[in-house]
C-alpha cells in the first residue's frame, strides 16, 4: 500500500518508544509486586466485606472530589489540579501511541485499522459507527 513505507528515522524513533517503553513496563511490574507484597504483610479485616455500594461510592466521591485533599486549602486545589494533569498525560501518551503505530505519513492522520482511511474523515459517512449519516 501506498503511503505506509518506513525510513530510517521513523525505524529509529520507533525502536527508541519500545525500548522506553519495555523499560517502563518493567519498572512498573517491580513497583506493583513491590506494593503488593507490602500489603500482603498485613493482617485480614473481616469488617471490610461490608456494603460494597456504599463503600464504592466513597471512594469514587473521594478520587473524582479529594474530599481528604481539599480540608487543606489551596494544597488541595493543586493536588487536584495534578491529578487532572497527569489524566491529560496518559491520554497523550495513549494518543501518541496510537499514532506512531497507525500514521501514514501521506496523509498525516490517524488511520482507522478497520476502514483504512483518516478517523476524522469517516465521520457522517453512511458507514460510519455512529450511524448518523
Same mark, same amino acid.
Given at each position: 500500500m501506498k503511503g505506509y513505507g518506513m525510513g530510517a528515522v521513523q525505524l529509529v524513533l520507533g525502536l527508541m518508544c519500545l525500548a522506553v517503553t519495555v523499560v517502563a513496563v518493567v519498572m512498573v511490574v517491580r513497583t506493583v509486586r513491590r506494593m503488593v507484597s507490602s500489603v500482603r504483610l498485613g493482617q485480614a479485616d473481616p469488617t471490610r466485606k461490608g456494603p460494597f455500594g456504599a463503600r464504592? $461510592?466513597?471512594?469514587f466521591k473521594e478520587i473524582l472530589g479529594r474530599t481528604r485533599m481539599l480540608k487543606w486549602g489551596h494544597v488541595g486545589v493543586a493536588h487536584?489540579?495534578?491529578m487532572l494533569g497527569f /489524566? $491529560? /498525560?496518559? /491520554?497523550?501518551?495513549a494518543e501518541a501511541y496510537g499514532r506512531s503505530s497507525t500514521l501514514r505519513s501521506s496523509s498525516r492522520c490517524w488511520v482507522s485499522p478497520a476502514r483504512g482511511t483518516c478517523w476524522w474523515r469517516s465521520w457522517g459517512s453512511p458507514r460510519s459507527?455512529? @450511524?448518523? @449519516?
Open positions: 464504592f $461510592g466513597t471512594m487536584w489540579f495534578v /489524566l $491529560g /498525560l496518559s /491520554l497523550s501518551v459507527p455512529a @450511524g448518523s @449519516g
